[in-house]
Each structure stands twice: as C-alpha cells, then as structure tokens.
C-alpha cells in the first residue's frame, strides 16, 4: 500500500518498485506507451496517479537530449508591443511543444549578456532578441554557445543574426511624409532614449529625408506614457510654432494626449498628434490615434516559425522584412496657413 503521508515528491525509481517494473519500463511507458503491453501500461499509469508522479523536465532532457525551451530578452514587459509579441511567439510555439522563458533587460546590453547567460545556463536552446544592439559579451556567448538567435524589431539583412522586423527608418519616414502631405511644416518630434535603443535611432534617422521640407524640434524623453505627458509639457512650454506632434511610439503619443488635453488643447483643432506602433488602445482613445501600423504579432509568429524550423530541422532562417501601415484616424487634420 502506498504511503501518502510523506511530503517528499515521488520520483521514477519509486513508480518502478511501487509498480514492480523496471525503471526502463516506466521509462516506456510514459515516452513509448504503444511497445508496453495493455496491463503493464495500466498498472504503471495507476501507480503514477497514486503516488502523484509528476515526469521531470530535467529527466526529460537527460533522455531526449532536448529540454525545449526558448529564451526571450526584451527591454520590459511595461509596454503593449512587447505583450502583443510575446503572445503570438508563445502560442506558435506551444503549438510545436516548445515552453517560452522571458526575461527583462531594461534595455542595457550588460544586463541582457547576463540574463542571456543564465537562459543559456538553464538550458534555453534558443535565444529571440529586441534589436541588433549588443554586447561583446552576448556576441561571444552566441558564438561560443553555437545556439541559434534571431534578433526582432529590426530588419537588416547584413546582420550576424537573422532578423525579423519591419523598417523602423521607412516607418517613421513614412509618418512624417503623411504630415507634410496635410500641410504640415513643422512638427515636433517626440521620442524615447537612443542610448541603446537603436530603434529609435533608426526612426530619428528616417526623419532626415525631409530636413529641407520640414522643420523638427525634437523632445527626448522616457519610453512610457508619462514619458509622453512630460515631453507634452515641455513642447507647451517652448512655445514652439509646429502644427503637428510625432510620437515615435504610441505609447508616448498616449502621454501627449492626455497631458495636452488636461492643458485644454484641443486635438486636432489646434494641433495635430501622430504615433508609431498601432498599439490596441490607439483606437479607443479620444481622439483616435492616427498611426503607423507595425505588425507585431505577426512577428510574433514569424519569429516562432523560424525557431521551430531551425531547431527541428536545422534551417536557418533569412531575414524577414516585414511591411508597415499608415493607419489615419481621428488626431490629425489638414492644415491651411492663415497667412
């Protein structure tokens, strides 16, 4: 009779006795059920319940030689894109039997090198990374690990890892080309830090394109909606003549709002305000966000499908690029000089 008043969790070696099968045959049983016969099996998996057997994952790799698991480094989980991401990563691959572990970097490439360790270190036979900025130490631990990587949000062919992303440049280009088009010359720009943040880099330099078209004044600032109220506050106190604002993120767009409705601005009568990323609340808001449209959750997906193709059947993958929207609502108009 079992006994179920010890707290110690039961391992392979005590189904076995327990059963009175090898630990070969438990072995079978749970990995290759359909080669043990019908009673063998029945009393393996009754013995399995009674005790509360639970197989080990660690076990499980010992066995197979595969612990299948993939490690996610992103900048923070305070941010709707990466949550939108990390959703349709993780479902494509539970659908392979893949488990996906996040981590958080903060955007510091020390910190992602180390945490990438401690992934690898657990036995994560995969790496997805945010951006084409990183560390010596990560290049080298990618090299020496000789584990597949493939880094998003970024699309750049010529990169030592595959990337799958969109053209942060052409987006933002892309914004600002809309607002010259509605008659806007000059536009302030809102972004978050570039320090280690070569997205935001790519999308300030889309800008350039049209320096002699279009006049910007720039107001750096935090990636998060306070980020965006504060940088809001400042371009109120410049006193500037731009007629549109251009948040590189809705995120801060969602700041912008907010802190220029409270200071009684009146969107987009008397100025207009355009984001980047199309993030779910950027058409509820009041009023709705005129953006451009980054697919992240296909993303998503496309990163999961070409993990699962590189790990099952050794294929690496080719950069992805992967096409931009330009989404018009309701916080930009068309602006006539009333010179």
């Given amino acids: 009779m079992v006994d179920r008043r010890s707290n110690k969790r039961s391992n392979l070696r005590d189904v076995a006795k327990a059963a009175g099968v090898s630990i070969a045959t438990v072995?079978?049983?749970?990995?290759?059920?359909?080669?043990?016969?019908a009673e063998t099996r029945r009393r393996v998996m009754e013995t399995i319940e009674d005790l509360h057997f639970v197989p080990?994952?660690?076990?499980?790799?010992?066995?197979?030689?595969r612990t299948k698991m993939v490690g996610a480094l992103i900048p923070t989980l305070d941010n709707a894109i990466f949550a939108k991401f990390l959703a349709a990563l993780e479902a494509r691959l539970g659908e392979s039997g893949l488990s996906l572990i996040v981590a958080t970097t903060d955007g510091d490439p020390d910190i992602e090198a180390r945490k990438a360790q401690g992934l690898v270190d657990i036995g994560a036979e995969a790496l997805?990374?945010?951006?084409?900025?990183?560390?010596?130490?990560?290049?080298?631990?990618?090299?020496?690990?000789?584990?597949?990587?493939?880094?998003?949000?970024?699309?750049?062919?010529?990169?030592?890892?595959?990337?799958?992303?969109?053209?942060?440049a052409a987006a933002s280009l892309t914004a600002l080309e809309f607002l010259r088009s509605e008659g806007h010359r000059k536009v302030g720009i809102v972004h978050g830090?570039?320090?280690?943040?070569?997205?935001?880099?790519?999308?300030?330099?889309g800008l350039e394109k049209l320096a002699a078209d279009v006049t910007i004044q720039s107001f750096e600032t935090t990636l998060s909606i306070?980020?965006?109220?504060?940088?809001?506050?400042?371009?109120?106190?410049?006193?500037?003549?731009?007629?549109?604002?251009?948040?590189l993120s809705d995120v801060l767009a969602m700041g912008a709002i907010l802190e220029l409705q409270r200071n009684n601005v009146r969107l987009p009568d008397e100025i207009?305000?355009?984001?980047?990323?199309?993030?779910?609340?950027?058409?509820?808001?009041?009023?709705?966000?005129?953006?451009?449209h980054l697919p992240v959750s296909r993303m998503g997906t496309y990163t999961a499908d070409a993990v699962i193709q590189w790990l099952d059947n050794d294929i690496v993958p080719k950069s992805k690029l992967i096409e931009a929207q330009l989404i018009v609502r309701q916080s930009t108009k068309t602006y006539r000089s009333q010179e």
Avoid: W
């Fill in 27 to 37: 072995s079978r049983v749970l990995n290759s059920p359909d080669i043990v016969s």
């Fill in 56 to 65: 080990s994952a660690a076990a499980r790799a010992i066995n197979s030689g």
């Fill in 128 to 168: 997805i990374v945010s951006g084409v900025t990183h560390s010596h130490a990560f290049d080298e631990l990618i090299r020496r690990a000789r584990i597949p990587a493939i880094a998003t949000s970024y699309y750049d062919e010529h990169y030592s890892l595959p990337t799958i992303g969109y053209d942060n």
């Fill in 193 to 205: 830090p570039v320090s280690n943040n070569d997205r935001t880099r790519a999308r300030l330099s």
């Fill in 226 to 247: 306070e980020g965006g109220a504060a940088a809001a506050r400042e371009f109120l106190k410049a006193q500037t003549s731009c007629t549109a604002i251009l948040c």
């Fill in 272 to 292: 207009s305000l355009m984001g980047i990323d199309d993030l779910p609340y950027s058409s509820f808001s009041n009023p709705q966000i005129t953006t451009i």
